[in-house]
């Protein structure tokens, strides 16, 4: 099979370099180029028929991939940007307890929860693909996905509920207290 591979490679790799060379920007061609190959080398029975073809379908999905991890990427530094400019005109202790608030909401979910979110969220995943990478069929990637979200705004409303409870704040020791709308030195 090494041997078919070979001379496949050698056949066919200078068509798949100008098939991606006329296509991607030229600092992604030979990754692209590599990954269609690698791609082949695991899946030659694939390819076996015809392999030219096949080989420009895996470049081009190859391709289309690269450009849609390439706009998760730019939209993910827009977020942040953004994020940034909000987050700088905001009290930094209370973003101190935004973040653990929502860390102590992610350690309620269970493992398989918190990794679906992660999936769709950090990764860009859609259910389908979320669902091949856990090795569940989508509909339930799906209805787990849907679960997961509503535990967690169920736990992060809970740790809401806990917050507004507790009057009982204490000002520390040489602090005003304003508890009941006058202060007291």
């Known amino acids: 099979m090494a041997h078919d591979f070979t001379s496949i490679y050698r056949e066919h ?35 076996a028929v015809a392999p030219l073809p096949w080989l420009y379908r895996t470049a081009r999905n190859t391709m289309l991939n690269a450009v849609r991890a390439q706009g998760r990427r730019s939209a993910l530094h ?20 935004e ?13 398989l929860d918190r990794e679906v979110l ?6 860009g995943m859609t ?6 990478v856990l090795g569940i069929s989508r509909a339930a990637c799906s209805m787990r996905s849907s679960r997961a979200r509503r535990r967690l705004g169920t736990f992060l409303s ?5 917050a507004s409870d507790d009057h009982s704040l204490v000002a520390p020791p040489g602090i005003p207290s304003t508890t009941n709308g006058s202060s007291h030195v």
């Open 13 to 47: 790799y200078p068509s798949v370099l100008r098939f991606v060379a006329r296509r991607a920007p030229t600092a992604d061609v030979d990754d692209i180029v590599a990954e269609t190959f690698t791609t082949a080398w695991h899946k030659q029975e694939e390819m």
């Open 78 to 97: 827009v977020r942040i940007a953004g994020d940034s400019a909000s987050d700088a005109s905001r009290d930094p202790a209370a973003l101190v307890g």
């Open 99 to 111: 973040r653990r608030r929502l860390a102590d909401a992610w350690h309620q979910l269970d493992a």
């Open 118 to 123: 992660a999936l769709q969220a950090w990764e």
């Open 127 to 132: 259910a389908a693909e979320s669902a091949a």
């Open 158 to 162: 809970a740790f809401d509920a806990d």
